[in-house]
């Protein structure tokens, strides 16, 4: 968006007073703090909450129609119908040259898995659906793991520890704490359970545009890194491997990540809002 838009946003509803003082104070001690431009207004918050909805919507409705045997292109399609009723738009498809309008990535998949019709679900596999929904503009980003029959112990296991990385990264992820806080609590967690982090892909903000500032990695120290300001809207995304962090990318396609030593990897994301009290899930 341009200056002129911004300043009328900034006439209508300014960011409150305590808010913007706070920032200055911090500013001016050299914490790391986000450009005003980034701090969302009742009404930007308004509209992300409703692509929220549609993106809960659909990945519950996703839940509901996966099975062993559908190919990756089926759900590419249910998560194209279900977003054009619903009044939304696809963010991922034509995003920078990705193809399709949501990432399937399976098993030792990481991320930005390409739907195609010859890529099938097996039985024992864990499948994480990452949709963007676009609703009037405002983008709301999430994903689920899914598990297809019947899952070994192990992957189950990877599934739900990095449910839990999740919700502990949104629990540190409080009004005046940081972005290191977040890395922190999940790369603690993650590893006392022997499980690694992936470090080359993170959370973002979000609502606006699809990645803005700031990168939210989910490795990190507390007490560092940018400082998470009420009006935020930002994305906590962990990548969880169970064998080593490190990742590669596809060199056909040039999008898909992949664990390197080719153990399984699983990611759940949420959009949530930094508020003056805590924080509120978008896409609930
Ligand atoms: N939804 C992903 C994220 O969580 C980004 C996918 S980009 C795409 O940030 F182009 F691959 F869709
Ligand atoms: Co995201
Ligand atoms: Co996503």
Excluded at 43 to 51: D, F, L, N, S, V
Excluded at 233 to 240: D, F, G, K, Y
């Amino acid at each position: 968006m341009d200056k002129k838009i911004w300043q009328e946003i900034d006439e209508k509803e300014p960011i409150p007073e305590n808010i913007l003082q706070r920032m200055e104070e911090l500013r001016s001690h050299k914490a790391e703090v986000i450009e005003d431009k980034y701090i969302k207004r009742p009404t930007q918050i308004e509209g992300i909450r409703r692509a929220g909805v549609v993106n809960t919507g659909l990945l519950d409705h996703i839940g509901e129609v996966i099975h062993d045997g559908m190919s990756t292109q089926e759900i590419d399609d249910i998560v194209d119908a279900y977003t054009k009723e619903h009044g939304g738009i696809c963010a991922c498809l034509n995003f920078e040259g990705y193809p399709k309008n949501v990432c399937v990535s399976i098993n030792e998949e990481v991320c930005h898995g390409i739907p195609a019709r010859h890529r099938k679900l097996h039985d024992g596999d864990i499948v994480n659906v990452d949709c963007t929904t676009i609703v009037d503009g405002y983008y709301a980003d999430a994903s689920r793991m899914f598990m297809i029959g019947h899952v070994s112990e192990a992957r189950r296991r990877l599934v739900e520890e990095t449910k839990k990385c999740l919700e502990l990264g949104m629990e540190a992820a409080q009004p005046w704490a940081t972005v290191g806080d977040i890395g922190a609590v999940i790369q603690k967690y993650a590893q006392s359970k022997g499980y690694s982090v992936v470090r080359e892909l993170g959370g973002h903000g979000v609502g606006i545009e699809f990645h803005e500032d700031p990168f939210v990695s989910h490795v990190g120290r507390k007490n560092t890194g940018m400082v998470l300001v009420p009006g935020m809207v930002l994305t906590i995304e962990p990548m969880i491997n169970i064998g080593k962090p490190g990742v590669v990318i596809d060199p056909y396609n040039d999008w898909t990540i992949y664990t390197e030593d080719g153990k399984d990897s699983a990611q759940w994301e949420h959009t949530i809002l930094i508020t003056e009290t805590g924080n509120e899930i978008l896409t609930h």
